[in-house]
Each structure stands twice: as C-alpha cells, then as structure tokens.
T-cell receptor
Framework: AQSVTQPDIHITVSEGASLELRCNYS??????LFWYVQSPGQGLQLLLKYFSGDTLVQGIKGFEAEFKRSQSSFNLRKPSVHWSDAAEYFCAVGAGGYNKLIFGAGTRLAVHP | DVKVTQSSRYLVKRTGEKVFLECVQD?????MFWYRQDPGLGLRLIYFSYDVKMKEKGDIPEGYSVSREKKERFSLILESASTNQTSMYLC???????????FGPGTRLTVL
C-alpha cells in the first residue's frame, strides 16, 4: 500500500540556519510528489511538486526538494530559514486516478531568533 | 486569484446533530475533495468528487456523506455527529488533470 513517512515530528532551527525536512514514500509506480506548507490557522499551500524530469525541483519561498528514487525520498531543503517559515510541512504522494493524495503526518518547524 | 472557501472557520455541535460543512471554489475545477486533519495523522481523504453528482469514497468515509449538486459546491454531511468526529476539516479542488490541489482555510469542528 502507498504510504508517506515524515520521520521528524518537530524540528527547531535558528533563523538563518539551513533546513532539511525528510520525506520517504512507498509507491509501486513512478510517484507524483508534493510538499505543502500550512501556516497557523491557514489551509495548505503548495510549495513544490515533482512529476518527472530534473530530480531537483525549485519551489516558492526559496524552497527546493530532491527526488532520489534509490532512496524513495523527496527531502525538502532551504539554505537560510526565516522566522516566517515557522509552520507545519506536509509531504504527499499522488496515488492514482484523479490525483488522490496520500499525506505524511507532517513536520512542525519552529524558528528561533 | 484561486479561491476555495469554507462556510465556517469554527463550529461547535452536539452529539447526534446533523452537520453540514460547505465548500465553494471559484476556479471551475472538476475535482473536489474533503479531508480530515488530526495531529500525528496528517490529512486523510474522506470523499472526493470528479464531477457533479459523482462521488467516490476515500480512506475514511464511515460516518460521512457528501453532496455535489453544482460544480462549484461540495458539501460534507455528518448524519449523526459523534465526539470522535471532532477534527479539522479541509476542502480542496483541482482540475481534471489534478496536478495541484488548492485548499480552503479549514473548519475546526468540535462535537460535544
């Protein structure tokens, strides 16, 4: 069965530090992969997506993610975190017709000044 | 700008009540989705619809039903609310190609 694992429930970084959020997926075919962000009290906003092609994907707000098929991973990175990046981040895999999404449990990011 | 709206941000209901959660999108999207979000579980798909009057069960449909009478509107119905349905409910929509889902702000439902 398809699944998404985000191993880190909470991460705290200092403002200006680099960030990597981990995501591992289980899916039989070539996956469609997504990262969404949810700011407090808000709905989810798409950060970036991977369907095919270049395995390094650029997104909004300075985020990028790298698809590694051999590791079944799609980790999210940002070179320098801003206080406004504090939010919950969800990795998701597209699981078949009509692009049903399967989400990970989320990683909550806190940013220290 | 893309817009998905949900009828209420916060809702408090009593056990056994019938509850309607409404979602409207203004993007002429074919697909609409209802998710439930719980801490430590992420988002789980309740139902989705790929056309007017068409619906399919998601991963956790028990205790819920849906209605889509118009393309822009997708309603989630709790026939008899229970305390274990206390949660955040998120609506989303996408085109038929489905490459990006757009989410509403969510409705936080408390069932007492």
């Amino acid at each position: 069965a398809q699944s998404v694992t985000q191993p880190d429930i909470h991460i705290t970084v200092s403002e200006g530090a680099s960030l990597e959020l981990r995501c591992n997926y289980s899916y039989g075919a070539t996956p469609y992969l997504f990262w969404y962000v949810q700011s407090p009290g808000q709905g989810l906003q798409l950060l970036l997506k991977y369907f095919s092609g270049d395995t390094l994907v650029q997104g909004i707000k300075g985020f990028e993610a790298e698809f590694k098929r051999s590791q079944s991973s799609f980790n999210l990175r940002k070179p320098s975190v801003h206080w406004s990046d504090a939010a919950e981040y969800f990795c998701a895999v597209g699981a078949g017709g009509y692009n049903k999404l399967i989400f990970g449990a989320g990683t909550r990011l806190a940013v220290h000044p | 700008d893309v817009k998905v709206t949900q009828s209420s941000r916060y809702l408090v209901k009593r056990t056994g009540e019938k509850v309607f959660l409404e979602c409207v999108q203004d993007m002429d999207h074919e697909n609409m989705f209802w998710y439930r979000q719980d801490p430590g579980l992420g988002l789980r798909l309740i139902y989705f619809s790929y056309d007017v009057k068409m619906k399919e069960k998601g991963d956790i449909p028990e205790g819920y039903s849906v209605s889509r009478e118009k393309k822009e509107r997708f309603s989630l119905i709790l026939e008899s609310a229970s305390t274990n349905q206390t949660s955040m409910y998120l609506c989303a929509s996408s085109t038929i190609a489905g490459d990006t889902q757009y989410f509403g702000p969510g409705t936080r439902l408390t069932v007492l």
